[in-house]
C-alpha cells in the first residue's frame, strides 16, 4: 500500500487529508508513471474537495482499489471507521484508461525526439483526454460522491495508475 496523510492546509471538512492506493498486484512502474503519481496525491491531499452524499462532512481517508472489475472508494474517517463504500464498474473506464496511456507512451516517447511544437501538440490531446476521464469520473460519481474537477483529475490520474498491471 502506497500513502500519503496531510491533516494541515484547507481547514474544510469536506476534502481528502489521506489517500491509499491498493497496490498489491501493480508491478515495477517507469519513473514517469511514479513522478505521476506522486504529484497527484502531493496535489490531491494540498487542495480537494470531497464528500460523499448523505454524510456530515469529514474529513476522510481513501482507500482506492481495483476490486472483482469495480474501481472501490473505501471512505473513512480520520480514526479509520468506514463512512461509506462506492463501486463503480472498471469497464467504463477501459476504453479512456487504454487511450490514455497509448497518447501517454506517444508523449514521453516525443519528449526525447520530437520538436516542440510536435511534443505540444500530443500533450494537448493528453490533456483532452485526461480531462474527459476526469468528467466520466464525475458524472459516474454523481449522486454518490461530490467533487470537483480538479479532484476528480487527480484521482483519475491514480485510477490510471491502478490500471497498470505486468
Keep these: 500500500m502506497s500513502g500519503f496523510d496531510s491533516e494541515s492546509g484547507n481547514a474544510s471538512r469536506?476534502?481528502?487529508?489521506?489517500?491509499?492506493?491498493?497496490?498489491?498486484?501493480?508491478?515495477?512502474?517507469?519513473a514517469e508513471v511514479e513522478h505521476e503519481r506522486a504529484v497527484a496525491i502531493y496535489d490531491l491531499i494540498e487542495e480537494n474537495m470531497f464528500r460523499p452524499f448523505a454524510d456530515d462532512g469529514g474529513p476522510f481517508h481513501l482507500h482506492l482499489s481495483i476490486e472483482e472489475g469495480r474501481l472501490k472508494f473505501d471512505i473513512r474517517d480520520t480514526s479509520d471507521l468506514e463512512r461509506a463504500c462506492v463501486l463503480l464498474p472498471v469497464m467504463s473506464f477501459r476504453r479512456i484508461v487504454r487511450d490514455y496511456f497509448?497518447?501517454?507512451?506517444?508523449?514521453?516517447?516525443?519528449?526525447?525526439?520530437?520538436?516542440?511544437?510536435?511534443?505540444?501538440?500530443?500533450?494537448?490531446?493528453?490533456?483532452g483526454l485526461h480531462n474527459d476521464g476526469s468528467q466520466l469520473l464525475l458524472d459516474r460519481l454523481e449522486g454518490k460522491i461530490e467533487l470537483d474537477f480538479k479532484?476528480?483529475?487527480?484521482?483519475?490520474?491514480?485510477?490510471?495508475?491502478?490500471?497498470?498491471?505486468g
Excluded at 497496490?23 to 512502474?29: A, D, F, I, L, Q
Excluded at 501517454?104 to 500530443?122: F, G, L, N, V
Excluded at 479532484?151 to 490500471?163: D, K, P, Q, Y
Design 14 to 30: 469536506d476534502r481528502i487529508v489521506h489517500i491509499e492506493l491498493d497496490e498489491r498486484s501493480v508491478v515495477r512502474r517507469s
Design 102 to 127: 497509448q497518447v501517454c507512451e506517444s508523449y514521453y516517447d516525443a519528449i526525447k525526439r520530437m520538436t516542440p511544437s510536435q511534443i505540444e501538440a500530443i500533450d494537448m490531446g493528453r490533456r
Design 151 to 165: 479532484t476528480a483529475r487527480r484521482l483519475f490520474t491514480l485510477i490510471c495508475v491502478l490500471h497498470i498491471r
